[in-house]
């Protein structure tokens, strides 16, 4: 509607749903808050710069305040302020003069311009944040954009990939494509790249079935990086839990251009058979502690939006390590996070969702403790769109009781970090690792088996965008993060990695060759274990962070992918041996196995369904299994096939400094060699009865075997 027509007042409206609603003649307004005594509505011209009209919101339902706007239209710019005690001490901080952005604001116009004004004390006040600000925050702030989302999903399919067939590979929308000389360069870095052919050909040539995103939702560069020159390239910041990050819009490109960039490419990764998955954050917000900004949620309900400290509401409880952390004891916050997971799900068809700390999803008890049957995570599983998607925990916080790898209700799939650690240091030659190594190739059916639980809950992965890129974790003793401006004393000190020989990279052909060894030995590890697997985006060639384990603000080469590097000599053949790899375990049940295996059922006389040998063939006894310096292991997995015969496969594993001459304990079966870290062009062969296997040091081999009954 033209700014120079606005009516008087609002019309009540309703209190549902939240957020800014466009019905075709008007728009409706509804935002939630226990404490405020009034919200106003603020309408702002179409630069974002000037307040051209204010609201008192009419009505109050149910604590929803909400008003409509006759004749207002998509595109119309708006915030909120809210009025109400501005009481740290008992957990409030209304302040009129802070611009709000709408929690359900679904576009935004603008972006945080960083000075003291968000805040809602005096920053340099002697009484710091019991201090009041009466500037006006918004020019500072961005703005929210009413919106009328329409895009045609007919025809569109959801790929409904099996857990049990997933592979999962983790990149960033900017830096999976920033350096891909393919895509046209205003297209590069955006979500428009992401529906690339050369993008779609590369994902399909690997035969990841999923493609994980790093956090889309709108995010804030915190002020300490822009002020050293750097910015939050990850994007575990989130601003908006609606809104699509603006900065991942191709260049020139309108925001709603860029929204329909992201469904076109899921829609086009879809028709490849590839799901999408979104990385999110909803356990803490971009307002930091109580001595943060003023933006939202705080401005809104201070009290009702965070948890704050019982003996003292002025400080909040930090149990996410970023200053603040979401309060799932109450229901409008609930609503508001399953309202964010729904949207995405039905605007944008997305498959699934990895939460960032999800640990603190399941605190929603008066104590803070975790607890399975939280509110949230009920919601999510019995809700009919959310509970048939991929949901995937990050089980840990920095809480009380922190760490619940394994105790994540049903349904969920959890990130396994027991996997990596143990699987690194088997590789570099730790020893006594036998039994632990062993439980996690197999499923890790000590911490998922249970309520009916499957070996896919495991999310098994080397490397993660936390962290040692595959190629760093042969390469590096030591972290070089300088370029992070933190005098290199941030990122994780002990990476269970090693260089070989040398650190960083050489030229020395032994070193290269042994690091080469262990990387594919990783490899063949991760897909041949049980489990669902993640793999980094470019580890599959090689990628290089340079030493740097912690490349959170590195906008750069140092995170962007390396396309030339893929294309090069030694970039082809590793990433034709991960796709040998993924092709193995799409082949084979067994290596996908939807059930944990015990050795307890008998697929034939005397053959398990798994079982356990050292290098001679003979079974692993108690005082072989607790033997410091065993560090060769023959885990056979073993099967029925429909037509009554036996398909075995057996995974070889040598992390010795020597070569070892494997022999394969019987039945006796026709045998093929399907791949080994040594040889990795090497052809698949058929092995003679009774063949010895030589397997390098630091080498991994598959044996599959078949016959009759």
Not at 256 to 272: F, K, T, V, W
Not at 412 to 432: H, L, P
Not at 512 to 538: D, E, F, H, W
Not at 683 to 692: I, N, Q, W
Request: overall charge negative; hydrophobic content about 35%.
């Amino acid at each position: 509607m033209p700014l120079n027509r606005l009516p008087d007042r609002l019309e009540s409206g309703s209190p549902y749903p939240l957020g800014a609603t466009f019905d075709g003649l008007g728009v409706n307004f509804a935002v939630f808050s226990a404490h405020a005594d009034a919200i106003e509505l603020c309408l702002f011209d179409p630069s974002g710069k000037r307040e051209v009209a204010r609201y008192p919101l009419p009505e109050v339902t149910d604590e929803v305040f909400h008003g409509y706007l006759p004749e207002a239209r998509p595109g119309l710019l708006y915030g909120y302020r809210a009025t109400g005690p501005y009481a740290p001490e008992q957990g409030h901080r209304f302040n009129p003069n802070k611009l709000l952005l709408d929690p359900y604001a679904r576009r935004l116009h603008g972006q945080v311009r960083w000075t003291d004004a968000l805040h809602g004390y005096r920053v340099r006040s002697r009484k710091a944040d019991l201090s009041f600000d009466t500037r006006d925050s918004a020019p500072a702030m961005p703005k929210g954009v009413v919106t009328a989302d329409v895009f045609d999903w007919s025809g569109d399919v959801r790929p409904n990939t099996p857990w049990s067939k997933t592979v999962i590979y983790e990149a960033h929308v900017r830096g999976l494509t920033r350096l891909m000389e393919e895509v046209p360069p205003e297209e590069r870095g955006t979500f428009a790249a992401l529906a690339h052919p050369r993008v779609i050909e590369h994902l399909k040539r690997l035969g990841v079935t999923a493609l994980e995103l790093m956090p889309i939702h709108a995010f804030v560069k915190d002020r300490f990086l822009v002020e050293k020159g750097l910015t939050n390239y990850w994007g575990y910041n989130t601003l908006s839990f609606f809104a699509p990050e603006p900065l991942y819009g191709a260049r020139g490109q309108s925001v709603e251009a860029s929204h329909d960039d992201l469904r076109i490419a899921i829609r086009r990764l879809h028709a490849a058979g590839i799901e999408v998955i979104l990385d999110v954050v909803y356990n803490h917000t971009c307002e930091g502690s109580e001595l943060g900004q003023t933006m939202s949620l705080r401005g809104l309900d201070n009290a009702s939006y965070y948890r704050l400290q019982a003996d003292n509401p002025r400080y909040c409880v930090n149990d996410t390590g970023t200053g603040n952390t979401l309060n799932f004891g109450k229901a409008r916050v609930v609503q508001l996070v399953a309202d964010s997971l729904r949207y995405w799900a039905e605007s944008f068809r997305v498959d699934g969702f990895r939460f960032d700390l999800g640990a603190t999803l399941g605190r929603d008890g008066p104590d803070g403790g975790f607890d399975p049957g939280a509110s949230l995570f009920d919601v999510v599983r019995q809700d009919p769109v959310l509970g048939r998607l991929k949901l995937i925990s990050e089980p840990w916080d920095i809480g009380p009781g922190g760490y619940q790898l394994g105790n994540h209700p049903p349904g969920f799939a959890e990130w396994n970090d027991k996997y990596r650690d143990s699987v690194r240091r088997f590789w570099k030659g730790d020893g006594g690792l036998r039994p632990e190594f062993a439980a996690r190739i197999a499923g890790s059916g000590d911490l998922f088996d249970r309520r009916a639980r499957r070996p896919w809950a495991s999310v098994n992965f080397l490397a993660s965008h936390d962290g040692y890129t595959l190629h760093d974790l042969v390469s590096y003793e030591q972290r070089h993060n300088e370029a992070n401006g933190e005098d290199n004393r941030d990122g994780h000190s002990d990476n269970m990695s090693c260089n070989w020989g040398a650190e960083g990279e050489t030229d020395d052909p032994n070193i290269n060759a042994i690091r080469g060894r262990v990387r594919r030995s990783m490899l063949v590890t991760l897909l041949c274990s049980l489990g669902t697997p993640m793999l980094l985006a470019g580890d599959e060639f090689g990628r290089s962070q340079n030493g740097n384990n912690n490349a959170y603000a590195q906008d750069n080469e140092i995170s962007w992918i390396d396309w030339a590097q893929a294309r090069s000599k030694a970039g082809e053949e590793l990433t034709d041996f991960v796709a040998r790899l993924i092709a193995l375990r799409d082949r084979y049940e067994l290596i996908r196995s939807g059930r944990f295996l015990y050795g307890q059922e008998q697929v034939a006389d005397g053959l398990p369904d798994i079982e356990w040998f050292d290098e001679a063939g003979n079974r692993l006894s108690p005082e072989d299994w607790q033997n410091p310096e065993g560090r060769a292991l023959v885990m056979r997995r073993a099967r029925k096939t429909a037509d009554g015969g036996i398909e075995t496969v057996d995974l070889l594993v040598n992390g010795s400094h020597v070569p070892l001459t494997f022999t394969l304990a019987g039945p006796a079966l026709q045998r093929r060699l399907v791949v080994d870290s040594a040889d990795p062009a090497g052809e698949e062969r058929d092995l003679a009865e009774g063949e010895a296997i030589e397997v390098a040091d630091r080498g991994a081999v598959v044996v599959v075997g078949w016959g009759g009954a």
